[in-house]
């Protein structure tokens, strides 16, 4: 098995702690894994994204031109990243924010409402587990008591009392993916 | 076991100077490589091993303070990314001019000039062709992934002692800023002055003491008959390396018809592209030297013999150690250079595009 | 009466510092180099600290310090003798670390470095030679050339217009919080030896005291760059050069000094 995941959008929506967490979940169960983001100044405020390879094997590339899976959240990353999918992979999206939706028919497209959903919870800061939820529900690359194990190890001890709230959050995700096309 | 972690390149490259039991660090900030001294700041060796940190006013202070620590016989390391080395040039001169070991590592950003902060190669020709001025080589180590950004710090250091001569891990935006799985290995106790002593005898600048004459630390010479025997001298360890050092790694070499060459994350990307074109039925293998200098000439040569039709030298720059590669290949194949510049990270599917066409076709 | 009956040990008056080698001096006859290595040498001995004192050399005539100086010696790469001080006095707190450095070497191309190490308060003595001129490279231009003085590289003489003004480092790291104590002196007169090598001493004890960065300059002749007899060029610098760059105390215990007249 190798998953190679691109996220993408916005600095400051967990993208790049997204991807940390699958990739320590994917070490919790023995896998081998690569975290590569985009650095910089675009860090802050602009445009973020990592690719997370989870597999078997040992990884060659951590950079990549097409990918298996694609989260995308925002409208920018949308327009960069939707063509590099590769045919029959998955693309996952937030449709808050995004004007122009995905066009492609030969990939399978679901949604999650993070944006909304995270508000409704009270914390914005679930956004990116309600998200990672229902990437997860449509790619089981990681088992949940994993995640949690991934969690623990990615952040920081004065914030281990907040796991809770991420697993509920992450469940969120799980029970409120929607499917747009489905190959 | 020893426990896995999930580090960034640039943090365990940090990590690892502490557990080999270096005694100082100077650095200097610059992207894309300044979580080396902010990982070392956080973790405040000085209260556990006693290893110093200390941020310089420039990258130029900096490399001398590691040229004072190891003048004084310490595991003295610095890091900085392609301007920053730049600075650092002088004062590597210096080093090798005054056989003192050290260790440097750079992590390469897109140039010339404040270039960008985004991954590169094209600090090859500094870093394994001299780069400051005077004959002079250090021993480059190029790392493809995390784990070997810390195992390189122990190997660098060891050579760095053996040969008296500062070591260059050569790495790059990729290796430095991406997070893998890493493990450590045991924590070591720094030298303490008399083990410093025992094992690389007394050439330091530790105070003189009766039983020895004084220890200099210099670089010059205003005869020039005792500076090229000191030049001889120098040139008699870079060929020691070149036949005791050189490092590399092979892909599928065995049956191929055409080879791939590319150190550090160009290596990386290579293997994606090795893999993608044997499913293709390409016969094509990868040799990913590991010392840049010394170079595995000897192993090219070797394939060039055996008969190898083409090789592609695969790297993030208009086409430096495609040089070597030619050097090597002496005419007896053909060989050609692929790399994106300026920050760009080459595909693997734009490298098996070249691969078919600058070298099948 | 023959010699051999005058060399003897009962009629002995002086004898140099072990410190110094018998290599012969590089420096040219007049130049005040000699002296101030000898009283640093001599300053050491007298402490007691031949066994842990590391001296920096810089590039200018004082590059081959180590020649003459009979302890572990670093030769720096140009101005950058704070820095490589630096690392000694932070990886061995325990030995005494000094740099010996003249005035283009601290007070151009060094700048950054020696004011970072006085701002830091680095635990070493900083020996300033300031004969106003390059020396080594054949008497060109210095930050601390005087106005109106000829250089090869001011052939016309110095001019604030093109050159700015001669820079007065000493009372410019004194501002800095990191430095304790901060002299200015000269070797041309016993007496002036005398005091210099006072203030070396106090230096050397302070920093081991790790009191902070110690400074002391030395104002010399340079006749070969000035162009003048050994006796000439003492009477210029004491003409012009004390004037400008006046001899005392400039910081004293890690206080300014209001009056710095000697």
Redesign the interface.
Known sequence: MTEELIIAGFGGQGVLSMGKILAYSGIMQDQEVSWMPSYGPEMRGGTANVTVIVSDERVSSPVLNEFDSAIILNQQSMDKFEEQVKPGGVLLYDPNGIINPPTRKDINIYTIEGSKLSREMGNTKTFNMIVFGAYLKIKPVVKLENVVLGLKKSLNERYHHLIPLNEDAIKMGQENVVSILEL | MAE?K?MKGNEAFAEAAIRVGA??Y?GYPI??QSEVIEYLMTAQPHLTTGM?V?Q???E???I??????A??G?K?LTSSSSPGISLKL??IS?MAG?ELPAVILNVVRGGPGLGT??PSQADYFQAVKGGGHGDYKMLVLAPSSVQEMADFVEDAFDAAFKYRNPVMILSD??IG?????VIFKEQKDRWTEKELIEINGSWA??????DRE???????D?DSHKMELHNHKLQAKYKQMEEEEVRYEEFMCDDADYIMVAYG?SA??A??T??KARAKGIKVGLLRPITLFPYPTKVIHKYTERGVKGFLSVEMSAGQMVEDVRLAVNGKAKVEHFGRNGGI?P????VLDALENQIIK | MDLKDIIKPENLVYTKTKNMTDKELSYCPGCGHGTAHMITMEAVEELDITEKTIGVAPVGCSVLAYEFMNIDMQQAAHGRAPAVATALSRVMPEKVIFTYQGDGDLAAIGTAETIHACNRGENIVIIFVNNGIYGMTGGQMAPTTLMGMKSSTSPYGRTAEQNGNPLKMTELVAQLEGTYNVSRHAVHTFKHVKKAKKAIKQAFKDAMDKKGTQVVEIVSNCNSGWKMTPVKSNEWMVENMFPYYPLGQIKKNGVLVNNSKD
Not at chain 2, 64 to 69: D, F, H, I, L, R
Not at chain 2, 177 to 181: A, L
Not at chain 2, 205 to 210: N, R
Not at chain 2, 214 to 220: D, E, F, G
């Open positions: 896995v999930l005694d100082a100077f992207t894309p110093v200390l310089a006013e420039s130029v202070a900096a001398n303070m590691v040229y004072g620590a003048g004084a310490k003295v002088e004062g210096y005054a902060i985004q935006g990729v800023q991406m997070m893998e799985k600048t530790t105070g003189k003491t009766p004084r220890n200099v630390i210099t670089s010059l205003l994350s990386r990307i293997q994606k090795l893999n990270i595909s693997p599917t734009e």
